[in-house]
């Protein structure tokens, strides 16, 4: 009897890479719904999960870090998204990735199989910090945590959640098409309510089509974002041998006798002008940085508006699977919830076009700018070689000083058009995406009114 429940206990509750599920709970974690998914992976019946705090699932093996990590998230209205793994009524288990929304005074969690190399990894880490809890408890554990994701490349949970939430979206959506998985045209009858869910679903189905191209720019996104960081550093230390340059140029002026006055007041030239290039680099830098933020929060975003909407299509599918296509406030309060949720997603999102656009802009006028200062800071190069050659004693370096600087305003104003040439085509990507955020607006207020439509119809 004892092994039967030993088996029972490791047993994993199986379910398909195409399923998703959803459950609301209070701000106290309660439970107040659930797709039927959930309830039938959980093994529970919805009666039993109704009003039960959401730990009702929580598996033994999970580290009480991670959920820390949840409610630190959660109580400071931030979204999160972990891996975890649950447990089943009859002691089983099953592993998700879960992302959680808080959205008013309830939780919306939306969870989903995890396929990625990052799930392997994340289960290695669990178990260390389980054997550290064990042992030291759970300061020590949150210590440890933090230190395995730096190992890992991460710089904080933040931006290890957003790796994770993307990888995972991209494998499932790699499997999904391997699989053949796709969302299915269905029969709603005849019913004026299913008449009614049927018009939400096909809204839906062309909503999550918009974010799909949304999220096929999601590597273009990262792209950016890289060449961006990248951009930056290279015309930081540009900038910082410019002025180093210029001290030289400086201090060997002041040991020259003969055409000391000229070259003293080239090196005053070089100096001043390095300063003022200094300032627009980091403006520059400071722009990129602001960009590389909204480009994060984009992808997040994208990512969680994605599933949400899948989110939406799946469940009024598995509404008319599953026969339960009848009208009821649980049913009702569901998609307005889930519909809410994107919504406020969408807003998010809308915002940030409009904010890289002026970045964009910030960009463009700071980088004709550090154009003008370079081309003057070349007149001076040429003059200095020039005054260079006319002295016959060469000691100091004057020439070589020179011939660096050329190499230096070279390779700056290389990085210039570089970077002015990615400012171009990200700008016009994003003005599409700043028009195609209308459209997407307009959809969701027919959205909506269909949702509306449905409220207080009568069977």
Known sequence: MQNIKNNLTMQEAKFDIHELFFSITDNHSAIISGNETFVRISGYSKEELIGQFHNIVRHPDMPRVVFKTFWDYLKANKPIVAYVKNRTKDGGYYWVIAAVFPLEDSYISIRFKPSSAMFSAVKEIYFK????????????????FSELLNGLGYRDYTHFMNEALLCELLERKKLLLLN???????????????LGLKSIFTSSKILLEQYGKWFEKIDTFTKI???????????????RDIVLLSLNASLASYKLEENGETFSVLASDIRTNSKQNDILITNIHDISQSLS?????????????SLQMEMVTYFIQELVENETIVYSQELNRNINTLFELVNLYNEKLTILPISMDKSIKKTTTCLEELEQQIMYLGYVQVYGIIESARSHDDSLGFGKIFLQLKDLITQTTQ??????????VFYIDNSKLIDNSKDIAKMLDNLKQEIANIKNMEY
């Open 293 to 305: 933020e909204f480009l994060n929060e984009t992808i997040f975003l994208v990512s969680s508006i």
């Open 415 to 424: 990085e210039i058009l570089s970077v002015n040439s990615m400012s171009e």
């Open 225 to 239: 974002k890289s060449m961006f960081e990248e951009k930056s550093l290279i015309l930081n230390s540009l900038g």
């Open 129 to 144: 910090l389980l054997m550290t809890e064990n042992k030291t408890g759970v300061p020590d554990s949150e210590k440890l």
């Open 180 to 194: 053949k998985s796709y969302v299915k045209d269905i029969d709603f009858g005849v019913s004026k309510f299913g």
